[in-house]
């Protein structure tokens, strides 16, 4: 009997039936402390006075931390990519977004830590928020940083993907056919909330419960931000209630246990359903404008995109993903002259971060939109204009990925069949083979990739 | 006054694994004295089915019955590395990951045999938990027998190890050249809606959705992944939002029924297609779908949207109010040349003070 | 305040407005109802109260002294499932499994109460069921089946599928 393609059932479907599946939160430990966190209340602001003393003297508090208390306060989740590290633990002289954290507390019960946090003395000076990404370059708009409110792509302000000759493409074209699309913020709303329960051994390791969706990455935040090596640190895991890709921003941990240091207990952080909506990272807001060269046999010669994405106050793995947002501008068609640019612009809107399809999401969105733009404005059916321009083996990827086997085609055939759509003419039998005839015309020629060439590119 | 219906549809790709490579997994595996096998891997499950489909891959690359196998990815101190669940590289790299050991521990499993069969390992096969001479099938040994003849007649351990990674590609600051992953899926996705042109309120009546795999491991759990990114796409189209009047803050959602995430009433007809068109590098040929399953659907609905009742919504979510605006405006795109503009008044050219000064726009 | 949960009897020392998901979770250990939201919004916390499935972050301790609250671990284990529990295990109806304990309390109502439950009452009794991961189709379908008595109770069998033949891809270490 063979495993890889049978419909075995699921390895931990019996205990996902019973109850018997343990979450973060489903684990008991003797002498627990529970956490809470005194958050900004405004979207931006600088912190004038901190003081917990009076907030360290309730009943069954017993440790509250504030910036001074971590090691490493600013850790970059990017630094192994070069991003620098631009986001703190703890609050220190400002906040940037409502529900930063700036002080937690860890006591006996969820309402001794809440009291605790409502007496630790704060005070605000508010300012202006920067909301609307596509004046992010405005002088009258408040800036984030002083160097204002776009992260920089050494050398250049924003991702850059350019290839063959746009100028050539725009000025062939029949038609130029420009768009803008926003496809917005949502929540990765796991059933589960985020939590993390650290233990502090009596070998002096701290065991760290945590619903991470990366262990090894949480655990390496999590070191760094105590400054220690990654053995006095065991994560304990690997069953999650949902993580959509916003459980992997260590959002509990690092303070959890630090708690735990300080308390000397076992501490738990398991955030409410409010602060899941409203505190928790999200997919972001992305802003995109296509102009594209077309003609009116429906080729797509060329595309100029300017891309801006929200990252919200902090830059997190913004960097990352509008980069690979970039490269995928083409979406699944062969458009051999392009000029992309993306930029990263920072708001005080809520940190924003990876969430299923990162950086591609809004691709597909704001491309598939666009080609039915283009379909409405040539005149073209929309399954024709798409099936000629899709990849084919031996295409080329605006990053020069020589395409060794795309299904474009087989996907769109199997979906019209499905849908009873009847296509016309050659289009019925179209296949992924590499171009010829009339798919091969003299612009796409010279794209042709070298299909012995390059390990990547599927 | 009327319920109008309307078909749209999108075709996406998405690339398996981090983007520019550089995202390793690891695994380790032990063999129990009576043959079962211990698998060590850092994939967290998500809900997606990782620790199944692995415990698959290693059942078959070894030649074990799948129950023999039992996965553990539950700490740091006993497995190895993953760099994460996500960029949809749990199955390829995380199953690769598994696989390299799972060989390994064959072959390890194959030499013990040998020794104890007297035939060379290169005669031998694994099938269902027996090792055979290849053309002599009578001549055979459980890998029970192995792996106890290992542990107490040469007082070895059976065990095996590996990694896999695509090696990291960094890209030209100018051209944005280089090689960023190992494979990629495509998927089609039609939709069929039904749009009320009083309230602005869209139905999705059916989500027809055709997935590239390259491999179905587990083809139920793909079905998971399709079924499950359908209404999340569906959310993200129509229902979703942070910041219901973005960019500003205002009317945020904070508990469900303020925040409006699908419930089982927005459930459409699914129908779901799988075709496998096998990878080059991945286990038994995989690709990849968790991330990619929630991005066809908002342009397909959108699209149908437009079909239905001759509106294009650009900004997500294609909430009742925006639906009814659009229907209000009944915006043409501008004119000028050769060039047609779309929703210009959503630009940077119109919203920025200085016409958007300072960015590489496409305008220009 | 007195309760017994699935057959045993307990003295609770929980203040009385304290809710019953609290008294299950942190003074019982019973931890299958889930804190999703206490919010009421999500149904992960729902058990069954004399039979009727409630939302336990919702209900004040007070309110159910003396009570029979059923959890999911009380309706069946590995080796002996209840017919919904194995309609799901069946029907692959949990991927993360968070939301599940909740869900198979409240179709255990509805098939207890309506044999032959149509998709529609099915909506109709868990439309107040969040799940994120699995998009709700097979949850249906488990319900549905275990609506038509369609479950075999006995632990099922992996499917011997003999599938199509293996493909080994050159380059695959596999």
Redesign the interface.
């Known amino acids: 009997m063979k495993a890889v393609g049978a419909r075995l059932p699921r390895y931990d479907g019996l205990q996902h039936v019973t109850g018997q599946s343990l979450y973060v939160d489903d684990v008991r430990v003797p002498g627990l402390l529970w956490t809470k966190a005194l958050r900004s209340p405004h979207h931006s602001a600088l912190i004038r006075h901190l003081d917990t003393s009076a907030a360290e003297r309730l009943p069954g508090v017993h440790a509250i931390i504030t910036h001074e208390d971590v090691p490493v306060n600013v850790v970059g989740h990017l630094a192994a990519l070069g991003v620098p590290a631009d986001e703190p633990l703890l609050a220190e002289h400002e906040v940037r977004y409502l529900g930063q954290p700036i002080a937690a507390v860890a006591a006996e019960s969820e309402e001794a830590a809440q009291a605790a946090v409502d007496a630790i003395e704060v005070s605000y000076e508010e300012r202006e928020p920067f909301l609307d990404i596509r004046k992010a370059f405005d002088p009258e708009v408040p800036k984030l940083t002083p160097e204002g409110n776009l992260f920089f792509y050494e050398p250049h302000q924003e991702r850059r993907v350019r290839k063959g000759d746009v100028e050539w493409a725009f000025d062939k074209a029949d038609h130029i056919v420009q768009g803008v699309y926003r496809p917005g913020a949502i929540e990765h709303a796991p059933t589960e909330t985020q939590v993390a329960l650290v233990v502090p051994e009596a070998t002096g390791r701290l065991t760290v419960y945590s619903c991470t969706q990366a262990m090894y990455f949480s655990m390496g935040v999590v070191a760094t931000h105590l400054g220690v090596p990654l053995n006095r640190l065991k994560f304990v895991g690997g069953t999650v209630g949902g993580g959509f890709g916003g459980k992997v921003d260590t959002a509990t941990e690092t303070i959890a246990a630090l708690l735990a240091l300080k308390a000397k207990w076992p501490v738990k952080w398991r955030w409410t359903r409010e602060e899941e909506f409203l505190c928790s990272s999200v997919r972001a807001a992305w802003h995109v404008e296509i102009a594209d060269a077309v003609t009116t046999e429906g080729w797509i010669l060329g595309r100029r995109t300017m891309t801006l994405h929200d990252a919200g106050a902090y830059t997190r793995f913004s960097s990352y993903g509008a980069t690979k947002h970039t490269f995928h501008l083409t979406g699944a068609y062969t458009i051999p002259n392009v000029a992309f640019n993306s930029y990263v612009v920072w708001t005080n809107h809520v940190p924003t971060t990876a969430m299923r399809g990162f950086g591609v999401t809004s691709v597909s969105f704001a491309v598939e939109m666009h080609m039915n733009r283009i379909a409405e404005t040539i005149g073209m059916d929309p399954w024709e204009l798409r099936l000629q321009n899709a990849n084919r083996i031996g295409d080329t990827a605006p990053t020069r990925v020589t395409l060794k086997d795309p299904s474009a085609v087989p996907t769109m055939l199997a979906a019209a069949q499905a849908a009873g759509v009847e296509l016309a003419g050659d289009y019925r039998t179209m296949t992924s083979e590499p171009r010829a005839g009339r798919l091969l015309p003299e612009h796409l020629a010279s794209q042709v990739g070298d299909l012995g060439s390059n390990g990547g590119g599927q | 006054m009327a319920k109008r219906r309307g ?10 694994g981090m ?3 550089g995202d390793p997994s690891q695994a380790w595996i032990k063999v129990k004295p009576d043959g079962r096998i211990d698998v060590f891997a ?1 994939t ?6 990782s ?2 489909v692995h ?3 290693v ?3 070894i030649g074990v ?3 023999w196998v039992t ?1 553990d ?5 006993s ?1 190895p ?7 949809s590289r749990g199955t390829f790299i995380g199953g ?1 990951a598994v ?2 050991a ?2 390994r521990t064959r072959e390890r499993i194959l030499e013990i045999a040998a020794k104890e069969m007297e035939i060379d390992p290169s005669d031998l096969e694994v099938a ?1 938990g027996e090792v055979t001479a290849k053309g002599a099938p009578d001549r055979k040994l459980s890998v029970s027998d192995v792996a106890a003849a290992a542990t107490w007649t040469h007082g070895e351990m059976i065990t095996g190890s ?1 990694a ?1 990674m ?1 090696p990291y ?1 960094a ?1 030209d ?18 939709a069929d809606v039904e749009v009320d042109d009083e309230t602005g309120e869209v139905r999705v009546l059916k989500l ?5 795999v390259g ?7 793909v ?2 992944q ?7 796409g569906l ?2 189209g129509l229902l ?4 219901p009047y ?4 205002d009317n ?6 303020a ?1 409006l ?1 699908p ?3 927005e ?1 459409p007809e ?2 779901n ?1 799988i ?11 995989a ?1 990849a779908i ?7 659907q ?3 609905i ?2 149908a949207i ?1 079909d239905a009742v001759g509106v ?1 919504i ?4 294609a909430s009742p109010e925006r639906v009814l605006r659009a229907l209000e405006s009944k915006s043409e ?1 501008r004119r000028v040349g ?7 008044e ?3 050219a119109k ?4 016409g ?8 220009q | 305040m007195n309760l017994t949960v699935n057959g045993a009897e307990y003295e609770l020392a929980s203040p009385p407005l304290a809710s019953l998901l609290y008294a299950l979770r942190e003074e019982i250990g019973i931890t299958s109802a889930k804190a999703g939201c206490q919010q009421g919004g999500c149904g992960t916390c729902t058990v069954l109260i004399d039979g009727q499935p409630r939302r336990a972050c919702l209900t004040p301790l007070l309110t159910v002294d003396g009570a029979s609250v059923q959890t999911v671990e009380g309706l069946g284990d590995a080796d002996n499932l209840s017919p919904v529990q194995a309609a799901f295990y069946e029907h692959y109806a949990a991927q993360c499994g968070f939301c599940t304990a909740g869900m198979i309390m409240a179709a255990t109502a509805l098939v207890e109460r309506k044999a032959g439950a149509t998709r529609e009452d099915v909506l109709d009794a868990l439309g107040g069921h969040f799940c994120r991961c699995t998009g709700y189709v097979k949850i249906v379908e488990a319900v549905v089946a275990a609506a038509a008595g369609e479950v075999d109770t006995a632990r099922p069998d992996p499917q011997d599928e003999a599938g199509e033949p293996e493909v080994v891809i050159p380059g695959s270490p596999a």
């Open positions: 078909r749209g549809f999108a075709m996406i790709e998405y690339p398996t983007n520019q490579g850092g967290v499950d998500i809900g997606q089915g620790k199944t415990t698959q891959i059942a078959d690359t019955p799948y129950d996965m990815n539950s700490n740091t101190d497995s590395l993953c760099t994460g669940t996500f960029a690769n696989a390299v799972a060989k269902d590996g896999w695509k590609s890209p600051p100018d051209t944005g050249e280089c090689e960023p992953h190992a494979a990629i899926s495509y998927a089609t996705c039609v027809i959705q055709v997935y590239d491999r179905a491991i587990n083809p139920t759990l079905e998971g399709i079924e499950g990114g359908g209404m999340m959310g993200l979703e939002a942070t910041y973005y960019p500003e803050l945020r959602g904070d508990q469900f029924g925040y995430a419930s089982m009433e459930l699914m129908e297609v075709l496998e068109n096998p990878s080059a590098e991945g286990p038994f040929g690709k968790g991330e990619m399953a929630n991005n066809a908002p342009p397909a959108c699209a437009h294009w650009t900004e997500c979510p795109p050769k060039r047609v503009i779309y929703d210009e959503l630009s940077v919203l920025s003070s200085t958007g000064e300072g960015f590489l726009r496409v305008d």
